[in-house]
C-alpha cells in the first residue's frame, strides 16, 4: 500500500490531546497547504460519560475535519496502562516509516493531576523519531524503508504553568485566524467536554490568548525545539 508522505504528524495519547494541545496550529499548517497528520496513541476509552470506543473515534474523525486534517490513525495501545514500550515504540515508529514526516510533534511535559499517558506518550514519541532511522533492523518494520526525522518538537496541554526546558527554543505559532476552529475541535469530543466542564474551554482560550500576546499575537501555541532554533535569515524570521 502507498502512503501519502506527510509534513508534520502530531502525536497524542488519547483522541483530543493533539487538538488541545496544537490543533490551531494544525489547523493553520493544512490552510497553508501542508500535508498533516494525527495519530492517537490509543482509543482514550473508557472514559465516565463516553457510550464507547465507537463513540470516541466518531468525535475525533468529527475534530479532525474541523481541522481539516485527513490522516488520523489510531494504534489502540491501551488507554490508562499506556507504557513506554518497545512494542509502542516500534508500533509508532512503522507510521513514521509509512508517512515519512517532516516535523513530528509530541508531548512535551507531565501532565500531573491528568493521565500519566501523556508522559508516557513523550516518551514513546521520543524513541519512535530514532527507531524510525535506524538500519539493520528491518525483520521489526515489516519491511518498511527508514526514514530519518529532521525536527522534533514539543506541544503542551497548557494546565499547568509553563516550566522551560534547559537548552531548548520555544517558539509560538500564530494561531489569531484558527483559534475557533480549535475550539470547534475539541468541542466535537461533547463525551469529554459535556457543560458542566465548560471552563476547559476558557482556560484553552486564556492560555493560547497568553502564549499570543508573548509573540505579538492575538493567540498563539506554544512549542519547544528539543535543540535551540536558529534562523538563516534575520529579515526574514521576523517579517516573512
Ligand atoms: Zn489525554
Redesign the pocket.
Known amino acids: 500500500m502507498d502512503y501519502p508522505s506527510l509534513d508534520v504528524i502530531a502525536v ?3 483522541p ?2 493533539v487538538e488541545i494541545g496544537c490543533g490551531g496550529t494544525l489547523a493553520r499548517l493544512v490552510k497553508q497547504g501542508y500535508r498533516v497528520g494525527i495519530i492517537d496513541l490509543t482509543d ?1 476509552e473508557p472514559t465516565p460519560l463516553s457510550t464507547g470506543p465507537e463513540a470516541r473515534m466518531e468525535e475525533a474523525r468529527a475534530a479532525a475535519e474541523v481541522l481539516g486534517v485527513t490522516t488520523r490513525v489510531q494504534l489502540d495501545l491501551p488507554n490508562r496502562r499506556l507504557f513506554d514500550s518497545f512494542e509502542a515504540r516500534v508500533a509508532l515508529a512503522k507510521e513514521f516509516r509509512k508517512y515519512r514526516p517532516r516535523i513530528v510533534l509530541g508531548f512535551g511535559e507531565k501532565t500531573p493531576l491528568a ?1 500519566p ?2 508522559w508516557q506518550a513523550g516518551q514513546i514519541t521520543d524513541a519512535a523519531v530514532f527507531y524510525s532511522r535506524l538500519t539493520k533492523w528491518d525483520e521489526h518494520f515489516d519491511g518498511l524503508p527508514v526514514h530519518s526525522i529532521p525536527v522534533s518538537m514539543y506541544f503542551r496541554l497548557g494546565f499547568t504553568s509553563h516550566v522551560p526546558l534547559e537548552g531548548a527554543g520555544h517558539v509560538v505559532v500564530d494561531i489569531g485566524p484558527e483559534l475557533e476552529t480549535k475550539l470547534a475541535a475539541v468541542r466535537c469530543y461533547a463525551s469529554q467536554f459535556p457543560p458542566a466542564k465548560a471552563h476547559v474551554f476558557e482556560r484553552i482560550r486564556a492560555i493560547d490568548t497568553h502564549h499570543g500576546l508573548l509573540a505579538g499575537f492575538a493567540a498563539g501555541e506554544l512549542f519547544t525545539s528539543t535543540r535551540t532554533l536558529g534562523t538563516r535569515d534575520l529579515v526574514k524570521q521576523f517579517f516573512e
Open positions: 497524542g495519547a488519547h483530543d490531546d482514550g493521565s499517558d501523556h
